[in-house]
């Protein structure tokens, strides 16, 4: 079954500096309560909306991107409002695009690697990044960074400072991209939640807050 985006960019309409670029959303996010899914691998999946914290970017309760997000930048959020985090993005100018805008599974699973994209979202990237005063680009995954080099222009993202960020879902514990782990080693008997956390920090202090 071929799954839709189900919001494609935000803010639109609205000036962004720093763009947050994704992979696509779990098939929970994109489906109805109920609804049956038959996948590449043969196998019909009731959709379970449960784990679902809000309908938005990162919106899974197992994905911790906007607690780390939040922590990192020492943002006074309520989390439960989606509203109060959607206008905090929209104030500080910045943007949330996913590499995918159509695609399909190979099993009832949300990893980057068990997508089959269908159509990928260059044009609308490529628009944004034209069209706005860019000045960072975060990838949540390695999947999506190099997708992002192989598929978008590199003419209209050479200047721009790109950071690959340790994945925000459950699979990010366990498979820390080993070029993050040679520039910022972990600390002895670090646990990876720790140093994910940390990192975190790290990359938003530095490119959002130094000036």
Same mark, same amino acid.
């Given at each position: 079954?071929?799954?839709?985006?189900?919001?494609? =960019?935000?803010?639109?309409?609205?000036?962004?500096?720093?763009?947050?670029?994704?992979?696509?959303?779990?098939?929970?996010?994109?489906?109805?309560?109920?609804?049956?899914?038959?996948?590449?691998?043969?196998i019909k @999946?009731?959709?379970?909306?449960?784990?679902?914290?809000?309908?938005?970017?990162?919106?899974? @309760?197992?994905?911790?991107?906007? /607690?780390?997000?939040?922590?990192?930048?020492?943002?006074?959020?309520?989390?439960?409002?989606?509203?109060?985090?959607?206008?905090?993005?929209?104030?500080?100018?910045?943007?949330?695009? /996913?590499?995918?805008?159509?695609?399909?599974?190979?099993? /009832?699973?949300?990893?980057?690697?068990?997508?089959?994209?269908?159509?990928?979202?260059?044009?609308?990237?490529?628009k944004i990044? =034209?069209?706005?005063?860019?000045?960072?680009?975060?990838?949540?995954?390695?999947?999506?960074?190099?997708?992002?080099?192989? @598929?978008?222009?590199?003419?209209?993202?050479? @200047?721009?400072?790109?950071?690959?960020?340790?994945?925000?879902?459950? =699979?990010?514990?366990?498979?820390?991209?080993?070029?993050?782990?040679?520039?910022?080693?972990?600390?002895?008997?670090?646990?990876?939640? /720790?140093?994910?956390?940390?990192?975190?920090? =790290?990359?938003?202090?530095?490119?959002?807050?130094?000036?």
């Amino acid at each position: 079954m071929i799954e839709e985006h189900p919001w494609k =960019l935000f803010p639109k309409n609205n000036p962004i500096k720093k763009l947050i670029i994704g992979s696509f959303p779990p098939n929970k996010m994109v489906f109805k309560n109920g609804e049956i899914v038959k996948y590449e691998d043969g196998i019909k @999946k009731v959709i379970d909306r449960k784990t679902v914290r809000f309908d938005f970017f990162y919106g899974s @309760k197992q994905n911790r991107f906007w /607690d780390l997000f939040i922590k990192s930048l020492n943002i006074n959020i309520n989390l439960e409002n989606v509203e109060e985090l959607k206008d905090w993005i929209k104030n500080n100018n910045w943007g949330l695009v /996913d590499i995918v805008l159509k695609t399909s599974r190979k099993k /009832d699973s949300p990893t980057d690697g068990d997508l089959i994209p269908i159509e990928w979202n260059i044009k609308l990237i490529e628009k944004i990044i =034209l069209e706005n005063d860019i000045q960072s680009i975060y990838f949540t995954s390695s999947w999506v960074k190099k997708h992002f080099n192989k @598929k978008i222009n590199e003419n209209c993202h050479i @200047k721009i400072n790109k950071y690959l960020l340790i994945s925000p879902s459950p =699979l990010g514990l366990m498979r820390i991209p080993n070029d993050i782990i040679n520039i910022y080693p972990k600390n002895i008997n670090e646990k990876n939640s /720790d140093y994910r956390e940390r990192y975190y920090s =790290l990359v938003f202090f530095f490119t959002c807050c130094v000036v």
